[in-house]
């Protein structure tokens, strides 16, 4: 980067301090020029890693955004705020990078896409597996096997995080942690399984010709009503399938992604490690990112790259290596079935 950009973080949680933590990495290019959240915790938590920058500090949204010293808006507030957030960003002239699900319908994702246009400003849907080292590695092997045939992925995990924000369903009066609340956060399969989506349109280069979704809450006993598992699969218009299965009630971590092709198969364990099988062969290690899940790596593979892209775009040094419109599609491909 050749020229400092002035950052707002709009939701200083968990993601929107990981987000900063990445920015300060790419320091003097960055300035973290004002941050908002309604919750003077995480406001002060924030503001505590980013001292010396001296950030306006906002608990509106509505404050950041006519902020003359921000040039650029980084959205990381709940999913059913992402709409207000990222077109009142666009409204007032800023670059936004908005975290995934871009909405949680697809209208809202697409006001937003529309929102970036009509400003003529960069929108960076957050969709940072696009920008991991291990699975563009994986995507530019992909001759290598031949035709695709299958893919699979699954992933088992723990709960969600205890600590995210409360969400008041304003209809009902019920407090939940927000991404329990199927309002708040549009479902389990946009908060989580959205990443898989995408990453199955990165690899197979098309969106779904049908897609079917199975769910349920079959573990926890906690008045949550969002999904604790799920299978989504896809067909594509040439036959291929892609099934994506997700368990929240699993330890230790485990995702596994893998590639049937005519010729191979290629396995992505952990977002970490590549490895190539010619049928009937033994496999050969073809990219190792050396992450294991509980490292700070793991749980940011592609940001730092998503990042510098998404300020090279801003700076009109290079164009956006994804198309904006991918964070509609992938909202609604999780919403279609
Ligand atoms: N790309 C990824 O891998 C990834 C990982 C985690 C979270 N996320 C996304 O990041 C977003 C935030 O998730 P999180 O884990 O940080 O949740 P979190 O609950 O830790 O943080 C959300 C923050 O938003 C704040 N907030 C609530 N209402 C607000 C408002 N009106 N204006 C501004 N801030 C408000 C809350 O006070 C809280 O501090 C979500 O969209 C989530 O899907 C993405």
């Known amino acids: 980067m050749n020229q400092t950009l ?14 900063l933590a990445r920015l300060l990495e790419l320091q003097p290019a960055v300035r973290i020029a004002a941050l908002c959240d309604p919750v003077p915790e995480a406001l002060d938590a924030a503001a505590d890693l980013c001292r010396e920058h001296q950030p306006a500090r906002y608990d509106r949204y509505e404050r950041l955004v006519a902020d003359a010293n921000v040039d650029a808006v980084v959205v990381a507030s709940p999913n059913h705020l992402h709409r207000d957030h990222a077109v009142g960003a666009f409204a007032q002239g800023k ?3 908005c975290e995934k699900p871009l909405a949680t319908s697809v209208a809202d994702a697409q006001a937003i896409l529309d929102a970036s246009v009509q400003a003529g400003r960069i929108l960076c849907p957050g ?23 299958q893919v699979t992925h699954h992933e088992y995990r723990r709960d969600w995080s205890p600590l995210s924000w409360v969400y008041r369903d304003p209809g009902t009066g019920r407090s939940l942690n927000w991404r329990m609340s199927q309002k708040a956060s549009g479902g389990t399969i946009l908060e989580k399984s959205l990443h898989f989506v995408d990453l199955f349109h990165l690899l197979l280069g098309a969106n779904p010709a049908r897609v079917a979704l199975a769910g349920g809450i079959g573990f926890y006993r906690d008045g949550r009503e969002t999904w604790d598992q799920l299978t989504i ?9 892609a099934t994506h299965s997700l368990c929240m009630f699993h330890q230790p971590a485990e995702s596994t992604l893998r590639i049937f092709g005519e010729k191979g198969v290629f396995v992505v364990e952990g977002h970490s490690k590549v490895s190539h099988y ?20 793991y749980q940011h593979l592609g940001d730092t790259e998503m ?25 609604a491909t999780c919403l279609r079935s």
Do not use: M, W
Request: proline share 6%; net charge positive; with cysteine.
């Open 233 to 241: 699969s896809l067909v594509y218009a040439d036959g291929v399938t």
């Open 95 to 97: 670059h936004v990078l």
């Open 127 to 149: 969709h940072e597996l696009r920008f991991a080292r291990p699975y563009l590695e994986l995507k530019a092997a992909l001759p290598r096997i031949g035709r695709i045939c």
């Open 6 to 19: 002035r950052y707002g973080i709009i939701g200083t949680g968990q993601r929107g301090r990981a987000h």
């Open 278 to 297: 010619d049928y009937g062969r033994p496999a050969t290690v073809i990219y190792d990112a050396g992450v294991g899940e509980n490292s700070l790596a």
């Open 307 to 331: 990042h510098e892209a998404f300020a090279a775009a801003v700076q009109g040094r290079k164009p956006l290596p994804i198309l904006p419109r991918i964070g509609v599609e992938a909202v």
